[in-house]
T-cell receptor, first 112, second 112 residues
Framework: DGGITQSPKYLFRKEGQNVTLSCEQN?????MYWYRQDPGQGLRLIYY???????QKGDIAEGYSVSREKKESFPLTVTSAQKNPTAFYLC???????????FGQGTRLTVV | SQQGEEDPQALSIQEGENATMNCSYK?????LQWYRQNSGRGLVHLIL?????REKHSGRLRVTLDTSKKSSSLLITASRAADTASYFC????????????FGAGTTVTVRA
């Protein structure tokens, strides 16, 4: 069953802790993306990756880090430097640039 | 790539009516995509229209593209309650342009 999986669906962390969100795809896609969505808002691009071992900052990369060691996986770490990390995080993948993107179901992160 | 700007921000219609929303962008594109997001879920790809196409249909969806005006419209005909969602456009620069950005979207509410 091909698709893109984000885990966990809900995540709670204490302020000051780093937290890593998982994103895995078995679609053999080259490109992967991370977005942040705040209530009632659109999607803001955090990081994206075109190929393994390469990634670029999006529009709001500060306080976040990523890695792309495997084609299937693109984990996002929300660091303690991110001032307001509570949000809904979406991961996506696509075959190439600006082709149909497939999205995961999201991780809702709450920092208390 | 660039971010599209959707208009209106919100739209409320009666079941059975048509819903039209627009997307404007700033620089020339290779294609433009439309996505739907149901509340609390990931985005779902609806349709991709290439810069050399003027109109494209998919079921009850009709997308037009006017590259001279740098705008696109999405029409949903005979709307249903299940069409209640947010709709986003993504203007694209081509397969070598990997940055996939979204605007704030249009929130459509279909009243029974």
């Amino acid at each position: 069953d091909g698709g893109i999986t984000q885990s966990p669906k809900y995540l709670f962390r204490k302020e000051g802790q780093n937290v890593t969100l998982s994103c895995e795809q078995n679609l053999n896609h080259d490109a992967m993306y991370w977005y942040r969505q705040d209530p009632g808002q659109g999607l803001r691009l955090i990081y994206y990756s075109q190929i393994v071992n390469d990634f670029q900052k999006g529009d709001i990369a500060e306080g976040y880090s990523v890695s792309r060691e495997k084609k299937e996986s693109f984990p996002l770490t929300v660091t303690s430097a991110q001032k307001n990390p509570t949000a809904f995080y979406l991961c996506a993948s696509s075959m190439w640039g600006n082709t149909e993107a497939f999205f995961g179901q999201g991780t809702r992160l709450t920092v208390v | 790539s660039q971010q599209g700007e959707e208009d209106p921000q919100a739209l409320s219609i009666q079941e059975g009516e048509n819903a039209t929303m627009n997307c404007s962008y700033k620089t020339s594109i290779n294609n433009l995509q439309w996505y739907r997001q149901n509340s609390g879920r990931g985005l779902v790809h609806l349709i991709l229209i290439r810069s050399n196409e003027r109109e494209k249909h998919s079921g009850r969806l009709r997308v037009t593209l006017d590259t001279s005006k740098k705008s696109s419209s999405l029409l949903i005909t005979a709307s249903r309650a299940a069409d209640t969602a947010s709709y986003f456009c993504a203007p694209g620069g081509g397969i070598n342009d990997y940055k996939l950005s979204f605007g704030a979207g249009t929130t459509v509410t279909v009243r029974a």
